[in-house]
């Protein structure tokens, strides 16, 4: 049973460009959040996917934009890429809400920006 | 409290010894408490997920307890092995579905 499947693994942009990251969710799981984790520092939660709306959202400007696919995977789009965006971006399923059993993180993107 | 608070930092701890940490947590809109273990090089792993207060979770040698009323958790390891040393994240999720992190404590057990 594959956990959660993120891509790419390490990437590299300029400032001022645009990303997309990916994130296909454990089998059964239909709720995706996504979290951006900087050297030091707990993860920060930057929004909630569930249903293909996002369900909730954290203190992050409107650079960060998502999406959820029918199928329940989910993409985080960056745009006008910063050097504060370099972080290690996780991604996270669960079913529902979590409050039962948790959610299951994938490895996470390392993104560098340059 | 407004954040999700974990004390300490780090700890050194002796194989064969046992250990506790804390985690603190706003009590308003509280709906769950999560523990997470994130060894280097892999993903966070859930531990316990826990909801009301005073529930006390087990697994193996690791344990946790929840006080939701003063909004903390314990989290305790017993006679720690060298295959504990990680970092320990809580998380505690509100009634609206947002999970809020703390910065975890990071265990190192010498052998």
Request: aromatic share 12%; glycine share 8%; proline share 4%.
């Amino acid at each position: 049973d594959a956990g959660v499947t993120q891509s790419p693994t390490h990437l590299i942009k300029t400032r001022g460009q645009q990303v997309t990251l990916r994130c296909s969710p454990k089998s059964g799981h239909d709720t995706v959040s996504w979290y951006q984790q900087a050297l030091g520092q707990g993860p920060q939660f930057i929004f909630q996917y569930y249903e293909e709306e996002e369900r909730q959202r954290g203190n992050f400007p409107d650079r960060f934009s998502g999406h959820q696919f029918p199928n329940y995977s989910s993409e985080l789009n960056v745009n006008a890429l910063l050097l504060g965006d370099s972080a290690l971006y996780l991604c996270a399923s669960s079913r529902g809400s979590g409050a039962s059993y948790g959610y299951t993180f994938g490895s996470g993107t390392r993104l560098t920006v340059v | 409290i407004l954040n999700v608070e974990q004390s300490p930092q780090s700890l050194h701890v002796q194989e064969g010894d046992s250990t506790n940490f804390t985690c603190s947590f706003p009590s308003s809109n509280f709906y769950a408490l999560h523990w997470y273990r994130w060894e280097t090089a892999k993903s966070p792993e859930a531990l316990f997920v826990m909801t009301l207060n005073g529930d006390e979770k087990k697994k193996g040698r690791i344990s946790a307890t929840l006080n939701t009323k003063e909004g903390y958790s314990y989290l305790y390891i017993k006679g720690s092995q060298p295959e504990d040393s990680a970092t320990y994240l809580c998380a505690s999720l509100s009634n609206d579905y947002k999970l809020s992190f703390g910065a975890g404590t990071t265990v190192t057990v010498r052998a």
